[in-house]
């Protein structure tokens, strides 16, 4: 399956990607998730100003036959989330790394290095 | 145990489907994507591969006879070439399987059963066939079955010659030969769309499946045929139906003749106060799950959803869920909990979707 993994972004093994801008984290699925999952129905977002630790669940992604949690790559507060996507959830499939779901700040920067670089990630997707 | 395959298999997996294990088989879960398959069957037509499905083959003088004992719903009483679903349950009324038996003609009786219950069922109809003048086939590995399901089916299956031009009422079956191919046509389904399923040998399923798919038909997956038996509310064994509990539970009245002189589960289903109700909900936001717990508006749990999804053409999460009969709130103001949080549900008199089915 060829999917999109830019080089510009961080991953998680759980298929979320993360854009580092200082200490703003913005966060979504990945292309492979996106693919994986087929027609997304429902996307669940955090409350802004909640925290989340690192691993954490943040919210649901939901296609027509299944549920599935988000993970946080990163500890920190929310500071906004894409409301877009409550009346639009098929977005996360028409353009993943467009489509953010949150935007954290992020506590600890350190806990970056923990996260997968896009060549890590495309090699993870190949063994699954 | 290794999966099976059905004869289509290769097909499946040329075509880029996405596979997975059910009730044995490595079975189509969706091509393109379930929305667009669901869509196909409302609006025109898709084809599923559902050889999985058991089939046996009833034969003798006694053959309707045996089947109309067997079953809850009246079996004897329904009119040459007929189908007639029915629960198949125990003396103690609980359910074994839920089924279709075609009518085929005198003393020759098709009766279609899950693939997850072929070896219970097969079983439990030799325990009692011996005393009556007919024979059981088990034909389950000998059959393939297509269900080419949607408005467009008739015209389609007409235009490929499958069918003519003489009058097919719904659930009605006829045995009938395509190039020197026998074939058994159904006009049955699980979608509520008109349709018809074909049960005909490994070699002629996959030259019908091209047939069909170079005419248009799209083939269609075990997810989207999910949503689509979700939208117009058909029980699903292993869901809405189970092993201990009897049709008075899951919504199956109609099905349960007591005025036949004799069927096996007569008795004690005819003292028994169903325990439960199916009560049919829907959510503007959210999608219910099977297992969601279903509240009552004083926040007691008073059911569960059996099965739920997002409904492609309702547009909104649909669920079929079991509730305790005598909890079942007469002001109809249901909630689902989803992850700790409580909705507001809609509650629905009839099923989410109105299919086209004559």
Same mark, same amino acid.
């Given at each position: 399956m060829s999917h999109q993994v830019p080089s510009t972004l961080k991953y998680t093994k759980?298929?979320?990607?993360?854009?580092i801008e200082g200490d703003i984290v913005t966060i979504g699925i990945t292309?492979?998730?996106?693919?994986?999952?087929?027609?997304?129905?429902?996307? &669940?977002?955090? &409350? *802004?100003?909640?925290?989340?630790?690192?691993?954490?669940?943040?919210? +649901?992604?939901?296609?027509?036959?299944? *549920?599935?949690?988000?993970?946080?790559?990163?500890?920190? &507060?929310? +500071? &906004?989330?894409?409301?877009?996507?409550?009346?639009?959830?098929e977005l996360c499939n028409q353009s993943p790394y467009d489509s953010w779901i949150i935007k954290v700040k992020a506590t600890n920067l350190s806990e970056l290095d923990s996260l997968l670089s896009s060549a890590d990630y495309e090699q993870h997707c190949s063994e699954l | 145990m290794s999966l099976q395959l059905t004869s289509l298999h290769n097909k499946h997996v040329n075509l880029g489907a996405k596979m997975a294990p059910f009730a044995g088989f490595d079975m189509p879960l969706q091509y393109s994507s379930v929305k667009e398959e669901v869509i196909a069957v409302r609006s025109n037509c898709g084809v599923f591969d559902v050889s999985h499905m058991g089939e046996f083959l009833c034969v003798g003088e006694d053959a309707e006879?045996?089947?109309?004992?067997?079953?809850?719903?009246?079996?004897?009483?329904?009119?040459?070439? =007929?189908?007639?679903?029915?629960?198949?349950?125990r003396e103690n009324g609980t359910v074994i399987d839920d089924l279709i038996a075609y009518k085929l003609s005198h003393g020759r009786v098709l009766i279609c059963v899950n693939a997850s219950n072929? #070896?219970?069922?097969?079983?439990?109809?030799?325990?009692?066939?011996?005393?009556?003048?007919?024979?059981?086939?088990?034909l389950s590995s000998e059959y393939s079955l297509l269900a080419i399901q949607g408005p467009k089916t008739e015209q389609i299956l007409k235009d490929l010659e499958i069918i003519d031009s003489a009058e097919f009422p719904y659930y009605s079956v006829k045995e009938s030969e395509f190039n020197g191919n026998e074939l058994i046509l159904a006009r049955t389904g699980y979608t509520g769309e008109d349709g018809f399923e074909i049960f005909c040998s490994h070699k002629f399923a996959g030259e019908l499946w091209d047939k069909l798919l170079s005419v248009g038909v799209a083939p269609c997956g075990l997810a989207a045929r999910d949503v689509l038996r979700v939208e117009v509310c058909y029980p699903l064994y292993g869901h809405e139906i189970t092993d201990d509990i009897t049709p008075l539970d899951a919504g199956l009245k109609w099905t349960v003749k007591l005025n036949k002189p004799e069927f096996i589960g007569k008795q004690a289903l005819s003292e028994y106060q169903?325990?439960?109700?199916?009560?049919?909900?829907?959510? #503007? =936001?959210?999608?219910?799950? #099977?297992?969601y717990e279903v509240l009552n508006a004083a926040d007691e749990i008073i059911?569960?959803?059996?099965?739920?999804?997002?409904?492609?053409?309702?547009?909104?999460?649909?669920?079929?869920?079991?509730? #305790?009969?005598?909890?079942?709130?007469?002001?109809?103001?249901?909630?689902?909990?989803?992850?700790?949080?409580?909705f507001e549900a809609t509650y629905y008199a009839k099923a989410f979707v109105t299919g086209g089915h004559k």
């Open positions: 759980d298929h979320e990607w993360a854009k292309d492979f998730a996106q693919s994986a999952l087929g027609d997304i129905v429902f996307v &669940e977002l955090p &409350e *802004v100003g909640s925290t989340l630790d690192q691993a954490s669940t943040f919210g +649901v992604v939901e296609s027509i036959k299944s *549920v599935s949690d988000l993970y946080s790559p990163i500890t920190g &507060e929310v +500071v &906004e989330a894409n409301n877009e996507l409550e009346s639009s959830p | 006879k045996f089947v109309d004992f067997m079953v809850t719903n009246d079996f004897l009483g329904a009119g040459s070439n =007929k189908a007639v679903y029915s629960p198949l349950c072929i #070896e219970k069922d097969w079983d439990w109809f030799n325990e009692f066939v011996g005393d009556f003048d007919c024979t059981l086939t088990n169903a325990k439960y109700t199916l009560v049919k909900l829907a959510l #503007e =936001k959210g999608i219910p799950r #099977e297992g059911g569960k959803v059996t099965s739920g999804t997002m409904s492609v053409t309702a547009n909104k999460g649909v669920a079929i869920c079991q509730v #305790e009969a005598n909890k079942n709130p007469k002001d109809k103001n249901y909630k689902i909990r989803i992850r700790k949080n409580d």
